[in-house]
């Protein structure tokens, strides 16, 4: 577990560093739509240029795409989105704050001092109402029924879709997978906490196509790789991660055997990552809905068959929040208390902030000169001269910056800087010539 102990902490945190912003902060802000500053972008791009490392470009079995965010209404009809794409709504006839029927358990009413959902005798809650939970638009000029489009509420659709543009343009044979990352929306009832439930974000999701009857041993090794690649690549304490199985009950329509992968955010064990076995629903679905065929053809005119699938369904901006819950810490350093990031380097935004010790002899010029060669180098890096060294390492201990490079009086005599690490504080004297290998060198590790 972490040391953060609230979202509040964190919120301000991101805020403060440039992280997060909330969408339209002047105008008040928009519900639960979040933007992502210099260092969140940043960041964000690092996890899912890991994910995509991971998934696509270290197996011979997964293509990439990009598939549309509007697709034919007609493929929501066929994956069951536009029947059962629902949450059942509540809402208090009084206050009218809306509600979760299936979790108002837990819920708390909007009047002060805040009850139940219902328990103040003046309210009212009435019968639950399904509510679809796609966003909906129109194409073309007319806004009537007939030009109804939807925005994707998850990008899998996309991958089922083309799964046979991918198989034969990229010849591949089952088994083999679709990957994509892309936008997704849904006008969730109860979102909030923060990044966590939003109505706008982004899903990293792979759809793997198997033979059937090899379905369960497929499954066990997505659910495996992905568990790998939250404590491995992105550095994730093993004992913040478990697996939770869906019971019979909870099974989606579709799904076989679902499994998610939870973190302990600080709201909690919650949902990370889902890994499902589909079955053959989705494209037996649209070979019905399209009238095309969906069959994959054996090589040298084996079988026909449709095939299973085996999803990974991850969300990026719950990844982004649980390396940021991770990685926070406090630290008591005697006259004071620093605030850390401790980001994998590999994930960070900027690798190292570079400061000339005093704004004099000549400090400045070496400092900036080594600022050149980081950005020549495509290291990304921060050039800093203001305020006290104290100072200047706090930012970017909250910053998440694994290190910072100082050029001092030394540097004018022999050449060397300090290099000192965002974790264990300890500071090494490099020579400024050689200290983008020598990051380079421990970025590597
Ligand atoms: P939940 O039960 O939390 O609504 P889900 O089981 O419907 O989620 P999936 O459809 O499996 O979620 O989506 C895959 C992943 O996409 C989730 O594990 C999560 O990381 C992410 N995700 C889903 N909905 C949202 C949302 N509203 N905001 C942010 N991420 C989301």
Redesign the pocket.
Known sequence: MSQLDSMDKLVSLTKRRGYVFQSSEIYGGTGSVWDYGPLGIELKRNIKEAWWSAMVHQRDDVEGIEAAILMHPRVWEASGHVDGFTDPLVECKVCKKRFRADELEGARCGRKPSKAPGAFKACELGEPRLFNLMFKTFMGPVEEAAATVYLRP?TAQGSYVNFLNVQTTARQKVPFGVAQIGKAF?N?IT?GNFI????E?E?AEMQFFVTPGTDEEWFEHWRDARMDFHTGTLGIRAESLRFSEHGPDELAHYAKRAVDIQYEFPIGWK????IHNRTDFDLDRHQQYSGKKMRYVEPGGGGRYIPYVVET???V??MLLMVLSDAYYEQDMGRDRRTVLGIHPRLAPVKAAIFPLVRKDGLPEIATRLHDAFKAAAVPSFYDAAGSIGRRYRRQDEAGTPWCVTVDGRTNEDGTVTVRDRDTLEQVRVNADGVIDYLRERLAR
Do not use: V
């Open positions: 998850e849904r969730e979102p966590f439930r939003t109505r974000f899903q949902e990370l990552e889902g369904a991850a969300g901006d719950r």
